[in-house]
């Protein structure tokens, strides 16, 4: 039988939502066959952390590792899409450890408490996603989740899109650009059915 896939990328088009505080998407043509050249070519104008994408330790831990940093093999797991109505209990995280799943990706835009972020590290998550622009409250400008997450090794995926994802355990593999020294960068993000 063959494995369906759900896109869960954000497309990165001019005029897209974006944190307010980021820079603006450009995208203008460089090179165009109409126009008399031999190919078509775009330059692309973007912050690190447009449509979805990872953030990096270094993001906002002084002295940590960078995007390249972080292994393949952590990016490529079995996941639970979780939707944000239900509160995530350490008996969630029980089950989900039983069954070998490594990450959470949260349906809904609430953004991820202190508590809730101490119940992953605890329960050994290595991985959380959320279709917020921000896995925790902008009101907040010391980032507490942020620095709890990136300090213990947990992998930050922002602005997913979940509307094709009904709640279950999928296998999550979640690419980013390949960039030497980032804070972050877009990614393509897709579940399979497991």
Do not use: W
């Amino acid at each position: 039988m063959a494995r369906s896939y759900i896109d869960i990328t954000k497309t990165i088009q001019k005029g897209m939502k974006r944190y307010p505080t980021d820079p603006d998407v450009k995208i203008s043509e460089f090179k165009s066959i109409k126009k008399g050249s031999s190919c078509n070519m775009l330059v692309l104008s973007f912050g690190s952390h447009t449509g979805t994408h990872i953030d990096a330790p270094c993001h906002i831990l002084k002295r940590a590792k960078p995007l390249d940093g972080i292994r393949i093999e952590d990016l490529i797991c079995k996941v639970a899409v979780r939707d944000r109505k239900k509160p995530l209990s350490g008996d969630f995280f029980k089950k989900a450890k039983k069954r070998k799943i490594k990450g959470v990706l949260l349906k809904g835009k609430k953004p991820l408490t202190l508590g809730e972020a101490n119940i992953m590290v605890k329960n050994g998550m290595r991985l959380v996603g959320t279709e917020s622009m921000s896995i925790e409250s902008s009101r907040d400008k010391t980032h507490p989740v942020h620095h709890l997450l990136l300090r213990k090794g947990i992998i930050i995926i922002e602005n997913i899109d979940l509307k094709k994802a009904k709640p279950g355990i999928y296998r999550l593999i979640c690419l980013p650009l390949r960039l030497k020294g980032a804070d972050g960068a877009p990614c393509r993000a897709v579940l399979a059915h497991d």
